[in-house]
């Protein structure tokens, strides 16, 4: 079984530069459907196992995905295929954005429903009343989604119940090959959003107001290839920051960008450490002693659920009470029987947690429920007292590159073993559970 073993107590400095953003190059690189003429070249893409499921997918439906280090040249020029089976769509939800552009551009398009995961139940409604207000008919049965139109699908008003990121991005990749204007109102505004729409700006198409809470999506006939860049992941420069400040370190975390990351920096603020600009990136310098803080998660810009876990990790060293109130999923504090294992003190009210810090923390073997859980126990980690050892390491691959690698690099005492000596394959997908 693959394990991070992490020995607490080192504090880190030094520099660390974050890749490009998971959650950015995913609808991207679905949104490569959309182009029927050219090639895509995409560039800082990481090397992360989501980044290899979703270039799966694109290749089962018929596009060429060409993967060299950190760029991804696609062509999707050719016919494609329409469906996207379940054996896709389980390893990684992401996979249910290939709906939109598909829908689009062939008229059709059936994705494996893809039902509940490690954090909720994660329902797709609104990406279904979007395609339906554009006059797609969509059917559910036999474990799949069916969406259908007769000739192109038709600019509309579409409002959003909540601002989903997944519904805004799919909505916004069928709006965008369709015929005349869609207004998407309460949209996410986070900045993958805004990401998406300069790249399919760039393919040749007309969203106006991404960032903001109302898109205008002007329909155009087709869309080409174009070269694109994908922004710094602003989860990974936040979890680094938490790294440097749980120790009381001094890291320079090259790639997080200020405005991306506003709320995390208020609340880290509060919480009594020092942030600063500095060339492309943020310094981070722990304080002596942290200071407890309650956070709400919100869709962006409030308090990101992405960071919810890791957070917990640094309340569990601050000198008092600290509280987290989950809004954006039902159930995502599974991490906390894992950090009750490390002896926080910690519990679960509602959709709450009470953290009641600073926590001795002791290491311990504990398993990784979900993609940012894995991060948040290794941070724990690097400030409890002897060895913890994370496994289910599948779920920390989706989202970070070599992590264990940068934090060694900035002075953990980390090493990532495999007890029975077999080879990660990154690539070769496996059932992530998400
Ligand atoms: C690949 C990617 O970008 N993943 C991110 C994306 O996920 P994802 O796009 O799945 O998240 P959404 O914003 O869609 O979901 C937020 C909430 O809305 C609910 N909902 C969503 C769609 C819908 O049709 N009906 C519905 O009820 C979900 O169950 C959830 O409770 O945004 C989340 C919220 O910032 C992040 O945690 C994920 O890291
Ligand atoms: C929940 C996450 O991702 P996904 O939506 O891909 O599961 C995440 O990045 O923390």
Known sequence: MEKIIVRGGKQLNGTVKVEGAKNAVLPVIAATLLASDGKTILNDVPALSDVFTISEVLRYLNAKVEINGNEVVVDASQELKTDAPFEYVRKMRASVLVMGPLLARNGKASVALPGGCAIGSRPIDQHLKGFEAMGAKVQVGNGFIEAHVDGRLKGAKIYLDFPSVGATENIMMAAA????????????????????????????????????????????????????????????????????????????????????????????????????????????????????????????????????????????????????????????????????RMNADIKIEGRSVIINGPSKLQGAEVAATDLRAAAALILAGLVAEGYTRVTELKHLDRGYVNFHGKLLALGADIERVNDEAVKPEVSKVTDMNV
């Open 177 to 340: 090959l369709a015929d005349g204007t869609t207004t998407l109102e309460n949209c996410a505004k986070e900045p993958e959003i805004v990401d998406l729409a300069n790249f399919i700006n760039a393919m040749g198409g007309k969203i106006r107001g991404a960032g903001t809470g109302t898109m205008r999506i002007e329909g155009v006939p087709t869309l080409y290839g174009a070269q694109h860049t994908i922004i710094p992941d602003r989860i990974e420069a936040g979890t680094f920051m938490v790294a440097a400040a749980i120790t009381g370190g001094n890291v320079l975390v090259r790639g997080a960008v200020m405005e991306h990351l506003s709320s995390l920096v208020a609340k880290m603020e509060e919480m009594g450490v020092t942030i600063t600009e500095e060339g492309d990136g943020l310094r981070i310098i722990g304080p002596e002693k942290l200071t407890p803080v309650d956070i709400k998660t919100m869709p962006h810009p409030g308090f990101p659920t992405d960071m919810q876990s890791q957070m917990m990790s640094l309340l569990l060293q601050a000198s008092g009470t600290g509280m987290i109130t989950e809004t954006v999923f039902e159930n995502r504090f599974m991490h906390v029987e894992e950090f009750r």
